[in-house]
Structure formats: C-alpha cells, structure tokens
C-alpha cells in the first residue's frame, strides 16, 4: 500500500528550490555588476549581446529580479509577462542565425508597457481596473505588433494612475486598484505623477530597459520630469493609438519613456508609422516621419543655431534662490555656451484662456465615453461592456475600487454627456483657435525652433493642438525630487526637438539613479 512521502521530504524539496533559487539571483546580481547593466542603454546591451557577454535571457533574469525586489516598495509594475524568457530564448536564437545589421536596435530587450496598451498574449489590459481583468483583446495594439516584429522583448505591464487618471477628480497619481499606490524612487513621500507613473517609475529604478507610455494632456511629460527620465509626446498621429484603452482621440498618443534621449529615440523609431487600425491619424501624422528615421538627430552640438523661446509669466514663476530656480538660469546659460540663441521673456497670447477656459474638459468627457464604449464593445470578452457597466462594475465592488475614497465624478460627468454636440464641436473650434493665435503664432512670428518650460507646466498647451515635447532630466528640488525641462514644437518638429534635447542632455548630464528617500 503506498504511503505519502513524509513532511520532511517537502521541506528538504522547497528548501533545495529556495537554495537553487538564491544561486541564480546571486550569480543575476554578480553578472549585473560586471557588465553594469543598471542605468545600460540600449546600444550599451546590444554592445554586450555581440561580444556574447550577455544573453536577451540573463537580462530579462536581472530585470525581472529588480522587479521581485523593488517592486513591493515601488508599485511600478502591475504583472510580468509569463512568456518573458522565452520571448528571450527566442531572441538568443534569432541572434546567432541572423548577422548583426539585420536586427533592431530593440532586438532582444526587455520592454515595459503601460497597462492601457494591449496585448493580444498572456498579460491582462486592464487601464489599472478591476473591470477589465480576465478580458480579451483582439488583437496587439498598433504599437506592441511594431514591437514585437522588431524582436523585443515584452517584459511586463507597468502601473498608471487608474483610468489614465480620469475616473476621479480625487485620486492620487500613481494609484490604481490593481497595484496600489506607485512611490516615487527619489523621494517615496513625493508624488510619481501620473498618469504614465509606473512607466517612469520603472526605468527611475532600473526595472526595464524601455517603456511606453500614453499621454492625454501631461502623462508621458510630468512622470517623467518628476521621476528623472526621458519622455517623448509625439505630434498625435505619429504612432498608433489602435489597442489603447482611450481617453480622447484628439489628443491622444503613445511614446516612449527611457532613460536617455538616445533609447527615447530609438523606441520611437520602432513605433511610429501608419497603423490601418488607426488609420486617419497616422495616415495624416505619417507625412512628419524622416527618410532614414530619427536616430540620424542625436547630435551632440544638436543645439547649435537654434532659436528657443522662454515665456517668464507664468512658467517661471519660482521663488528666488530656490533649486528649481538657480537650476534653470543655470541651463539657460548652458543652452547659450551651446550655440543656441534665446529668446527671453516672450508673452503666450491667450495663455489664461487657454488654462482656464480652454474648452478641453468638456470635449475630453464626450471623447472619452463615446471611444471607451467603442473600445469595450469591440473586445473578444469582457466583463463590461460599456461606460455605464464600468460605473456599475465600480458601485458593486466599492472597496477593492475604493470608490468611498476616491470617487468616479469624472465617469458619472461622462456618462452623462450625448456624443458630439454643438457644444463640443465649439469646444474644439475654440482649441483649435487658441492654438492659432496662441502657440503656434508664437513660434512662427519668432521663427523659434522650440518652446523651453519647466517640469510639465506646458502640456495643456501641447495637449490641444496635439504638439509634440520631449522632457530631460534638469535637475532635484530641495527634498531630492527630480523636476525636468520641457522643449516643444510645432505638429512633425521632433526631428528638431530630439536635436534639442540630446544636445542639452549631453551638455549636462543630469539623470542619477534614485536614493529611495524616505
């Protein structure tokens, strides 16, 4: 008669996984520290892949061990991707079949993306809710299948502030029910902002290589100026928005946030082009797209010649003496020595219309439910089905939504919008005109090749005529909270910006790991 094994042979089997398990962190961590793979840059691991010091499989192992051991404290990523290491495998493979030239940059590198962009695999795409766990999407998102065919590897989904920060009013950024709240590696009592939090949070503490994420009005821009990376906001259009959990299709876009221009850069390379599932957009935006892509403006004197724009009132408004202050004055001088030429103390017309009266909330509340219910109705399986499910999904599960604390008056605002009226057609044309005579007269009067702000206090201008920024590190505060500096353009100008902001990035170097300040 068969007998169970006795209690002492399971212990001595889980403590030889844990011992076996140790073994591998310990030799993930010997290995990191030989090749410094914190803080590597792309082209630094593609370096490390040729010269057969590193495999796509022993990096995606070090990443994924930053995740098991930071993530708790940070809350940057929501899920790992179960098929990680052999999409690693796989590029380990294709590497020794394929002669170097012929693979992308992105070939074989561990990238994280915001949990509003799907993917048709394992993973969940959920925008940071509970409602949408267990559903299926149809296909990848444009974006993720440009990924994937340049042979990345698809890591993980990083966490955002839930809804890209639109169901409340109230929410805190960073936080969403899946994950939690994210904290700010620099400072953990600081705000991650949001709504692409995780991603900046990640690639702040070295727990990818690359990320994307989605900006509406400030979402790529302000986490990363506060986490102390690299974001680009392309001109709308220029990648694809198909397969993103929408907020307002006007405005909408997806970038990359890395830790350099030059990986910035490169992401968008692979993901910008003409995507028939959102085929309006990037058919229009795909004009701006350079022969021979954007890698060819990283250049180090990329800042000579050109004319940039500073409006004092009420950008710069800081208090004398302070970091932030001293720091930009400081660049400012920096840009000159460069070679550029600046243009001090214009005015933005219309600038309090614009954050004040501007017309983008009630156009954003009509956008966001009519794409919302387009985009549930259109996934395979799916708990909610539209809008009105979402707000009934969230009442019957108040706690784990924490709808007590936060709320979702911007959800209930929505729902009782009716499609696009006159009032939002308005809305629009009133956008469209503050643009006109706003920014875009300001950078053609001053013939100015971009427009230099602090942190993200520029993106609603940005974010209604759909023009493209890119934020670099620039500096910490007093309490060690990185703050970033902002150069934007006209629609198609980032050839001119990554010009801009690789020049500006090598001049100064700012970018440091994070000291997880408590």
């Not at 042979?9 to 914190?38: H, P």
């Not at 999904?393 to 706690?399: A, G, I």
């Not at 001053?446 to 209604?464: G, H, Y």
Request: with cysteine.
């Amino acid at each position: 008669m068969a007998t169970d094994p006795p209690l002492a042979f399971y212990q001595s089997r889980v403590l030889l996984i844990l011992i076996a398990t140790e073994l591998v962190e310990r030799r993930t961590v010997a290995l990191a520290q030989a090749l410094s793979l914190e803080e590597a840059s792309a082209r630094d691991l593609q370096l490390a892949f040729r010269q057969n010091k590193l495999t796509s499989r022993q990096l995606t192992k070090f990443y994924l061990y930053r995740i098991r051991r930071l993530n708790p404290l940070l809350g940057g990523v929501i899920e790992v991707n179960p098929d990680a290491l052999r999409q690693a495998d796989r590029a380990d493979r294709e590497r020794k079949a394929k002669p170097y030239g012929l693979l992308s940059v992105l070939h074989g590198i561990p990238v994280l993306l915001k949990d509003n962009i799907a993917t048709k695999d394992k993973m969940n795409t959920t925008a940071g809710s509970f409602a949408l766990l267990g559903s299926v999407v149809p296909r990848d998102a444009g974006v993720v299948a440009r990924l994937r065919s340049a042979g990345a590897v698809l890591l993980g989904k990083a966490s955002l502030s839930e809804w890209a920060h639109y169901r409340s009013s109230g929410d805190l950024s960073g936080w969403c029910a899946r994950s939690g709240q994210g904290k700010n590696p620099y400072n953990l009592s600081a705000s991650p902002c949001g709504s692409s939090s995780g991603s900046a949070i990640c690639m702040a503490a070295n727990m990818g290589a690359v990320s994307l994420g989605t900006e509406t009005d400030g979402s790529i821009l302000c986490p990363s100026s506060s986490n102390s990376v690299v974001g680009i906001k392309p001109t709308v259009g220029l990648t694809s928005r198909s397969g993103v959990v929408p907020l307002a299709p006007r405005q909408d876009t997806v970038g990359p946030m890395c830790r350099t221009v030059a990986d910035a850069v490169n992401v968008l390379d692979v993901i910008a082009g003409f995507d028939p599932f959102d085929a309006e957009a990037t058919r229009e935006a795909s004009k701006y797209i350079p022969s021979g892509g954007y890698k060819q403006f990283l250049k180090a004197d990329g800042l000579k010649g050109k004319r940039l724009g500073i409006v004092r009132n009420p950008y710069f408004d800081y208090r004398s003496g302070s970091l932030v202050a001293k720091a930009f004055e400081s660049h400012f001088n920096t840009l000159r020595k460069q070679g550029a030429v600046l243009l001090d103390h214009l005015e933005l017309a219309n600038i309090n219309e614009i954050y004040s009266d501007s017309g983008e909330d009630l156009a954003m509340s009509a956008e966001f439910k009519l794409a919302l219910n387009t985009y549930l109705r259109d996934l395979v399986v799916s708990p909610v089905r539209s809008l009105a499910d979402v707000i009934a999904f969230n009442n019957e599960h108040k706690h784990a939504e924490k709808i007590d604390e936060y709320g979702q008056d911007l959800f209930l605002a929505a729902q009782a919008t009716n499609g696009i009226d006159e009032a939002v057609k308005s809305a629009w044309q009133n956008m469209d005109r503050l643009s006109r005579d706003g920014f875009e007269k300001l950078m053609r009067q001053n013939k100015l090749d971009a427009l230099v702000t602090p942190k993200s206090r520029v993106s609603q201008v940005l974010a209604i005529g759909g023009f493209p920024g890119i934020s670099v590190p620039a500096g910490y505060d007093e309490n060690g909270v990185p703050f970033g500096i902002c150069f934007g353009g006209l629609r198609g100008s980032e050839p001119t910006l990554i010009e801009i902001a690789y020049g500006f990035e090598q001049a100064t170097k700012i970018r440091r790991p994070p000291s997880f300040r408590r």
